[in-house]
């Protein structure tokens, strides 16, 4: 019995056999702290990420709605079954049910959404008829997958080229879906500071700096790159699309203290930082 119990001394001071369980939370046992969760399959879905493969009885399941929004673009709802999501944790490992979603126009990803609701502006949608899909992933970033595809929805959305429609209410001077004249540039929205940034070659212009905010004031992020990206925002969860070569504003509004960096997703640049006080 004495031994037994340095064994089981022993093994608990070093964590489940012995290895780092550095994502291990209340209530989650070692199997799905490792990631041990379904099948990790070597295919991968369109953007390159793997598929994690998982019985069709209880697997995650969504749909996607599409609303035009009464002022600006649309409201996509993500209807989900069999999942959660989990910002809290992303980057950790793959637990059953859990994790965020992809949002793709046309096969190019516009967000990462870690819930059931994104409003998508009409100027990041062309003239035309697109298709949507919302993709659903695990924390460590695998694609669920169900008989080696991945769990996804799709919905049609057409954007015309008119201005605002009678009755409309339009923030801006240039209505939704159209590009301002060259060498003009909408003012930003209601932003008490404004930040303009310019990658290109892989250098970002002024060089990275902190940006420091009062709590409750918005700041617009005005970025041009030279090649098509994400912009995020860390501790916010905020993504903008960047595509190549022309501007992309996102306007946030400062409601939490601390040190958040700005970064790209393709190139891994640091844009600012943001310092709320």
Known sequence: MLALALLLAGGAATGCGGRATTHHKPGTSHEQASGGVGTLLTATDATGHR?????????P???LTVR?????GWNLQLAVTNYRFTPDSTGGAALPGAGHAHLELDGRKLARLYGPWFHLPAAQVPEGTHTLT???????HTAWAV?????????????????????GHSHGDTPPGQT?????TPAPEQADRTVTITVRDGKVSPAPARTELR???????RVTS??????????????LALPAGQEATLILTADRTGLFEVETHESNLVLTQLLVR
Not at 68 to 72: A, G, M, N, T, V
């Open 134 to 140: 919302v993709r659903l992933y695990a924390d460590d």
């Open 61 to 63: 399941e969504v749909q």
């Open 51 to 59: 598929l994690r493969e998982v019985p069709a009885q209880g697997a």
């Open 68 to 72: 035009p929004d009464s002022e600006d």
């Open 226 to 239: 030279d090649r098509a990206d994400t912009l995020h925002v860390h501790g916010y969860d905020k993504e």
């Open 180 to 184: 301002p004249p060259p060498g003009q």
């Open 147 to 167: 008989s080696g595809k991945p769990v996804e929805g799709t919905a049609q959305l057409t954007a015309a080229a008119a201005p605002s429609q009678p009755g």
């Open 215 to 221: 709590r409750g004031e918005r700041v617009a992020l």
